[in-house]
């Protein structure tokens, strides 16, 4: 079995980013990683040449700045890494994820068993997503709570975003991937960097979904109802990172006045409690095989 791992980036070092982190925790598992490293303003292309592995495959592109439809330029990064993969499985990890050193050995046992399955072609991870601060998670279902993150490398996809897979079947209609559950969550640390870091990464990135950047000028400007407490243990290979350039702690605004979707999600997250539901967004149907 050969496991593919590969992602995009660009300004990783300006924008925050625990891209160095993300990518030696997938290491750690793939026989090869692949990274679309996009032409910046900064060190990151140094930065990832300096890890100095043979298992690491840099391809340097160049951003499309004229597509500003809904993130495709994101998708159009992650292709060009995905296209590049040669294993049975890709691995797709985000510049801010990173895998728990612990995980691995199952992570690998899950993919060697579903190897020869091949109704199952994509595999799925919980998220945890850290927000304001390394000890303080979002759970409301504005954030997914599952997402498929390896692909079986021998079928027809596509990325329509940054997000998600598209299988293709006999050039018919695209469909969501069919799904096992890794049983490992994938640690999530985009919204924990520097409130200043977020502020550039968001007028950065705004203009690739075609709206001009919303307001930020804290995290405490959230429901307090959606954020619990983290008491886990984060993976070893992040822990320097989030010491040096995370938020240290969440602050709630106490005047903060609840967005029309807030209130929306407050709801949901009631009739989840109430009837056991997972009202999150879903990339993939779960299948038994």
């Known amino acids: 079995m050969k496991i593919s791992g590969f992602t995009f980036i660009r300004n990783g070092s300006t924008l925050g980013y625990p891209y160095l982190e993300s990518l030696n925790s997938l290491l750690s598992l793939c026989d090869e990683v692949v990274v679309a490293v996009g032409a910046g303003q900064d060190d990151t292309f140094e930065r990832l040449q300096a890890l100095n592995n043979p ?5 340097p592109t160049v951003w499309n700045e004229a597509m500003q439809d809904r993130g495709y330029v994101y998708a159009q990064q992650k292709m060009i890494a995905h ?6 499985w890709a691995f797709y990890l985000e510049g801010d994820e990173v895998l728990h050193e612990h995980d691995i050995p199952l ?5 060697e068993k579903y190897l020869h399955v091949p109704e199952v072609e994509a ?19 504005m954030w997914y709570r599952r997402a498929p993150r390896i692909i079986r490398n021998s079928i027809r996809t596509y990325s329509p975003d940054g997000l998600f897979f598209v299988v293709m079947d006999k050039n018919k209609r ?7 559950l ?3 969550p994938i640690y999530h ?9 977020m502020q550039d990464k968001i007028h950065q990135v705004s203009k690739y979904w075609g709206h001009t950047p919303p307001e930020f000028s804290t995290y405490g400007n959230v429901d307090p109802q959606a954020i619990i407490r983290f008491r886990g243990q984060h993976p070893q290979v992040v822990q320097a990172w989030l010491a040096e350039h995370a938020e240290p702690n969440l602050v709630f605004n106490p005047h903060y006045q609840l967005s029309r979707r807030e209130r929306r999600h407050r709801w949901l997250m009631r009739l989840e409690r109430w009837f056991g539901l997972e009202l999150s967004k ?3 149907q779960l299948v038994k095989p």
């Open 55 to 59: 298992k690491l495959r840099l391809i």
């Open 83 to 88: 296209f590049n993969c040669t294993g049975d």
């Open 107 to 111: 992570l690998r046992e899950t993919l």
């Open 123 to 141: 595999i799925v991870f919980d998220y945890l997503h850290f927000y304001g601060s390394p000890n303080t998670l979002a759970t409301s279902p």
């Open 174 to 180: 695209g469909r969501y991937p069919k799904a096992a």
């Open 182 to 184: 890794a049983g490992v």
């Open 189 to 197: 640390y985009g919204h924990v960097r520097k409130v200043a870091q």
């Open 282 to 284: 879903k990339h993939y």
